[in-house]
């Protein structure tokens, strides 16, 4: 039977859900939460000045762990308006189930709200990968919850390999900025691609000093992807076909011959 919690209705679903599960899970006040949800922008800042001052991959490991990073993460639906996740996240679902995908795997699951909506409104077989610690228990959590026969896969930052690949789909929303090797990053997503599969990333560009744990900027985002051999197809979706890059060049030789 499947979760009211997370069947999309009406071109919408419950953002919230999300709050009331950590506050179960971590035994807090929901007053509370909503409180330190708030000030999550600073309470990320300082927790990653004392944890990281060198940016050293075990500094950051233990930075993702903490119990203070999940408030972040909690933002982005709690202040759904302001981050545009419900239509980020509805796009997403419906991405999958165009391409009727049968592999499908979160890169950075975080609350693990994504993995839900995909299992409940696709028919792909869905897996979640994160840094261990308190965001990856709270998706377990939450998978086990509502008896949603997740795929958890613990990362790791200097990874070489990703169980359960190749995938049709990866996504991955607001992660990579946060990666300490992009590239290496890049070529392990194209490394666990079926072909042709489909990269869905969505990259903040907020590179700031109140966020210093975004680390890459956009446009190395955008010409490590390129330089891997991905095709653009949409605004955030990237393929490792060839045969479009084929096609598009015919079809740019093609407009030349008219033009002459």
Not at 11 to 34: A, H, M, R, W
Request: glycine share 4%.
């Amino acid at each position: 039977m499947k979760n009211n919690s997370f069947i999309i209705k009406n071109n919408s679903f419950n953002p919230l859900v999300v709050i009331d599960d950590y506050c179960q899970f971590s035994g807090g006040k929901k007053s509370e939460v909503i409180e330190k949800i708030k000030k999550s922008i600073e309470i990320a800042s300082k927790t990653w000045e004392k944890t990281v001052p060198k940016k050293n991959t075990k500094n950051l490991e233990k930075f993702y762990a903490s119990k203070t990073y999940i408030y972040d993460l909690l933002d982005a639906f709690y202040d759904f308006e302001k981050t545009n996740k419900i239509k980020t996240c509805l796009d997403i679902v419906r991405f999958i189930k165009r391409k009727k995908a049968k592999k499908v795997l979160e890169f950075g699951g975080g609350t693990g709200q994504l993995c839900l909506l995909l299992h409940f409104n696709t028919d792909a077989s869905v897996s979640y990968l994160d840094l261990p610690g308190n965001t990856f228990e709270l998706a377990k959590w939450r998978f086990k919850k509502y008896k949603a026969p997740i795929s958890l896969i613990k990362g790791q930052i200097n990874a070489d390999e990703i169980a359960h690949s190749p995938f049709d789909v990866i996504v991955s929303d607001a992660v990579l900025e946060h990666v300490p090797n992009l590239q290496k990053t890049i070529k392990l997503l194209k490394k666990s691609l079926k072909l042709p599969g489909y990269l869905y990333l969505l990259f903040d560009p907020d590179f700031g000093k109140k966020r210093p744990m975004h680390l890459c900027k956009i446009t190395d985002f955008y010409n490590i992807l390129k330089k891997e051999g991905f095709i653009r197809i949409g605004e955030y979706i990237w393929t490792n076909e060839k045969s479009l890059e084929n096609s598009l060049k015919e079809k740019v030789l093609a407009f030349k011959k008219c033009l002459k």
